[in-house]
Nanobody, 123 residues
Framework: QVQPVESGGGLVQAGGSLRLSCAASGRTSSRDAMGWFRQPPGKEREFVAAIRWTYGTTYYEDSVKGRFTISKDNAKNTVYLQMNSLKPEDTAVYYC????????????????WGQGTQVTVSS
């Protein structure tokens, strides 16, 4: 019913910028909140940012505050993650996920996950 699809990943130099997109279909009630997670090589998946479709409420992990911006286009059913001042430690597979209720920073709150898109930041 809800199948997030990420795009926009790639290779970028440290200090550069990259914008990820997440297209999500299905009822708004089934994707009340959209979140971005990432999994660095050899590490566990971690929360990055989240946003609510209805009110635009946002929440960020401390490590990306001031550098990353999550936004949405309701008409296009698309969520974006603008990443600025990228660091090598931002290198990871980035995943988009949909939650049926509320905004959350924990994986267990999300019902649907995308396939992931690779982001590599060179030093």
């Amino acid at each position: 019913q809800v199948q997030p699809v990420e795009s926009g990943g790639g290779l970028v130099q440290a200090g550069g910028s990259l914008r990820l997109s997440c297209a999500a279909s299905g009822r708004t009630s089934s994707r009340d909140a959209m979140g971005w997670f990432r999994q660095p090589p050899g590490k566990e998946r971690e929360f990055v940012a989240a946003i609510r479709w209805t009110y635009g409420t946002t929440y960020y992990e401390d490590s990306v505050k001031g550098r990353f911006t999550i936004s949405k286009d309701n008409a296009k059913n698309t969520v974006y993650l603008q990443m600025n001042s990228l660091k090598p430690e931002d290198t990871a597979v980035y995943y988009c996920a949909a939650a049926s209720r509320g905004i959350s920073a924990v994986e267990e709150a999300y019902d649907y996950w995308g396939q992931g898109t690779q982001v590599t930041v060179s030093s």
